[in-house]
C-alpha cells in the first residue's frame, strides 16, 4: 500500500503511470483494507486501455444512507458528499472539462477511487480577486487545479502567515483568510483522493470515540469481526466502477448494515439517516423560493388590477404553500440538529425570512391589507435567493454547538426573540420601500393615505418590543454564560445602538418632531442599524465574544445593497421636497396623530 505522503509528492506523470498500473488498486486496498480480497478478483485497472464505465446513471441513495463521523458529529455519506463539494468548488454539483455534471455522492466515490484525474481539473475555487494577484492567477478564473495551486509557493507562504496571526489571536486581512480558505480546500480535496476522511467505521462502544477510515479497523476490531464488510467495500468499488447499478446499490444497503453490525449502540439509527437524507433532496428552501416568486408575482397583478380579489386569494394560497415548504425545512434542521436554527448566519436568515412572510400574513389577516404581503414576500425572496446562491459565505451545514452555546434556555430564547425583532424590522422595512415609491411617484395621495402609516407604525412598534425584549434577555445569557450582564462587546453594542433608532424614530413621530413621512424614512435607513448588528458585527469586524457566528464573504453584495437603497431614499426625498402638491388639511394630519398613538 502506497504511503499517503509519498503518493501526495508523485509529479503529474509519475501518478499517470500508478493510474495505469497499481495506482487504482492502491486505493482500492485503502478502500477495502486488505490485500488480499482485492488482487484475487479485480484487475480491472491494470490496463490503460480499460476505463471506468459511465457512473451517472447510478442510484447513490443506498450508498448516500451509509453514515460517515465528519466535522464532530454523524451524519449520512450524502450529506458529508454535498458539503464537501460545496467547500471545494462552491456549488453542489460541478461539471468538469468534458462537459459531465458531478453529482456530490458521484463525485466522493470517483475521488476516492481515482477514476478520473482530479488532480488536473480546475475545481479549487478562490473567490478572492486580490488573491489570484497576488498568486500570479488569471482573475477572470474562478477555480484552479490541485496540482496549479499545491506547487504555489506563495500560497503557502500565505497560509502559513495567516495560521500564525490565528494562533496568535490577531485579526486576518481579507487576502489571510481566503489563503486559508483554499489551503482547506486543497486539503480536503487530498484528504479525499487518499481516502482519510472516508471515516465510516464507527468504534466499537465509546460514544466520543472517532471512527475510523476502512484501512484502519485493526484500530478496533479483529480480523473476523470485520471480514463481513470487506466482501461489501470490494464489491461496492468493482460495481461502481462498472457502472453495475443494481449490484452498486445492493452492496452498499449491505455494506451499511454490516457496519452497522460492528457497534449497533453507537451507530446511528436507520431512521435518522433516511430523515437527514430526505431533507437533503426534499429541498424545502428552494420549493419555498418558487412559492414566493410565483405569489409576489400573483399578487402584484392582482394589485395592478380593479377587481383583483380572485388574483389575490390565488397569491394568498402559493405563499401559504411556501410558507409551509419553509417550515418544514426549518423543523426537519431542528429535529435532525437537535436543537433550534439559532447558531450561524445561514440558520439567522432561514428563520427570519420566514418570520417575515409569518408576520405578513397575520397583518394581512389582522388588517386585510395585502400590502403586508407585498412587503413582506420580496425580503423572504431576496434573503433565501442569497443564502441558496452564496453557499461559502453561509454554509448549510449543520454542526454542534460549541461549549457555551449548550445546554441553555436563555440562549435560546434570546437569540429566537432577536431575530424575531429582525424579522419585524425587516418587514418594516419592505413596507417603508413600497411608501417611499409612492412617495416618489405621488407625494400628494402618498401623504393622505393614513391607513398605510398606521400599519407601518404598528410593524415598528412590534419591532421595538421584540429587540427591547431580545436584548435584555442577550444581557440575562451572558450573566449565566459569561459572569456579566453588560460588557460593550460590539454585538451587545450594535444591537442597543438599533434599539435606540427605532425607539427614536417612534418617540420622534409621537412627539410631532418629524411627520409621517419622516417615519417613513426612518423605517428604511434605520434597518442599517439592524444589518451592521446582524451582519457586520460577523462578517466585517469579526471581533468579540460571538466569534461562534463569524464569516467571511458577502461584502460587494451587502455594499452594493446599501448604496442603492440610500440613493433610491435620497430620491424619494428629493421628490417629497420639491413636490408642490397641496399639504394635506390640519385636522386630517390631527386624525392621523391620534391614529398612531392608537
Known sequence: MLNRKAKLSLSRHDAQRELHSRHLKARLLIFIGTATALFGSIDYAASADVSAADSSALDFKQWGLVAIQEGGRRKPVDTFAKEALIRITGRSTYTDKSGKRWQP???????????????????????????????????????????????????????????AA?????????????ALSVSDRLTLLTRLMDGSTLVIVPAPTNDTAPWVDPSGWSRYYSETQFAPVQPQLQALATTYVNGDGFNFSRAANQLRENVRALSPSIYPQERQLRLEYFYNHFEAFYRAIWCYGIALVILIAAQLRRRGRALQNIGVAIALLGL????????????????PPVTNMYESIIWVSFAVSLFGMIFFARYHARVYLLAALPVTLIALLLVHQMPIAMPSSIDPLVPVLRDNFWLTVHVLTITLSYAAFALAMGFGHILLWRYARDPAAARADAPMHFWLYRVLQLGVLLLAAGTILGGVWANYSWGRFWGWDPKETWALIALLCYVLA???????WWTQFGLTVASVVCFLAVLMAWY???????????????????????????VLDLLFVAFAIWRYRSSKSAVAPEGQIEGERVAVQL
Open 166 to 178: 490565528k494562533r496568535a489571536e490577531k485579526p486576518l486581512d481579507r487576502v489571510q483568510q481566503e
Open 324 to 339: 409551509a415548504f419553509q417550515a418544514t425545512g426549518i423543523v426537519l434542521r431542528c429535529v435532525i440538529a437537535g436543537r
Open 506 to 512: 417612534l418617540h420622534g413621530r409621537l412627539a410631532g
Open 536 to 562: 457586520g458585527v460577523n462578517f466585517v469586524l469579526g471581533k468579540g465574544l460571538h466569534s461562534y457566528g463569524f464569516g467571511i464573504g458577502g461584502e460587494t453584495y451587502v455594499a452594493t445593497f446599501i
Open 105 to 163: 455522492n458521484d463525485f466522493v466515490l470517483s475521488a476516492l477511487l481515482e477514476t478520473r484525474d482530479w488532480k488536473n481539473e480546475p475545481m479549487v475555487l478562490i473567490s478572492s480577486g486580490q488573491l489570484k494577484e497576488q498568486l500570479g492567477l488569471d482573475k477572470t478564473q474562478r477555480r484552479f487545479s490541485f496540482t496549479q495551486l499545491a506547487g504555489s509557493t506563495e500560497l503557502q507562504r500565505l497560509a502559513n502567515e495567516a495560521q
